[in-house]
Structure formats: C-alpha cells, structure tokens
C-alpha cells in the first residue's frame, strides 16, 4: 500500500486527534491501522492544517471526507467558534447519533 512518494508527500503536518486516541501520527499509518481509519473522519473535521485535498485520491480517505463534511454540515457554527478552520464542504446526511460522545471529546480535546 506503502510508496516512497506516499511516504514523504506531508512528513512536517501535524496531526491533532490520531495521536492522542491512536498513537498514528501519520495519514499513511492511519490508512493501515483500523481504528485510526474508523476516526480519521474527525482528523478531517477538527484539523484544517492538513491538505486533505492531496490525500483524498486513497478511497478511505475520500469515505472520512465525505463523513467529516456531513458533521460539518450539521455543526458548523460551534466549529468555527471553537476550531476556526477553513470550511469543509456541506453535504447532507444523516450523523450517527451513537458517535456524538466521540465527536464532543475531539472536539473539546482540540479546542483547548
């Protein structure tokens, strides 16, 4: 899965929410370790110093994007108050109520 050029594509960006749940402190580790891959939805949401455009080609990344621009959609207001990222794009959906509890966390861990 792994290539030299994938390897060294972002090497410098932070990641903020991986890290602390995880240990994965890379996009391409999170690819390949299965609970980083069900949160790197919320990497995408509260993190707007990665250039997820760059990684959005792998189609994991694309189904986290997709689901962080649903969140987005639906909380916009408190992230931008508390995050101050760049907009994600809205989509409409449906958010899973069962992961609010995991989204307040993040959301508390990054805002303060």
Same mark, same amino acid.
């Given at each position: 899965? !792994? +290539?030299?050029? &994938?390897? +060294?594509?972002? /090497?410098? +960006?932070?990641? *903020?929410?991986? /890290? @602390?749940? +995880?240990? #994965?402190?890379?996009?391409?580790?999170?690819?390949?370790?299965? &609970?980083? *891959?069900?949160?790197?939805?919320?990497?995408?949401?509260?993190?707007? =110093?990665? /250039?997820?455009?760059?990684?959005? !080609?792998?189609?994991? #990344?694309?189904?986290?994007?997709? !689901?962080?621009?649903?969140?987005?959609?639906?909380?916009?207001?408190? $992230? =931008?108050?508390?995050?101050? %990222?760049?907009?994600?794009?809205? *989509?409409?959906?449906? $958010?899973?109520? *069962?992961? $609010? %509890?995991? @989204? &307040?966390?993040? $959301?508390? @861990?990054?805002?303060?």
């Amino acid at each position: 899965m !792994k +290539t030299q050029q &994938q390897n +060294t594509a972002h /090497p410098s +960006t932070p990641l *903020r929410i991986l /890290p @602390f749940y +995880t240990g #994965v402190h890379a996009v391409e580790a999170a690819l390949e370790d299965p &609970q980083s *891959r069900r949160l790197l939805w919320l990497e995408i949401l509260l993190n707007g =110093d990665v /250039p997820w455009e760059d990684y959005r !080609k792998w189609p994991e #990344v694309e189904v986290a994007y997709e !689901k962080a621009c649903t969140w987005y959609g639906h909380y916009k207001t408190m $992230i =931008d108050g508390l995050i101050g %990222r760049p907009p994600l794009e809205h *989509r409409a959906g449906k $958010i899973d109520a *069962r992961e $609010i %509890r995991t @989204f &307040q966390e993040a $959301i508390y @861990f990054v805002s303060a």
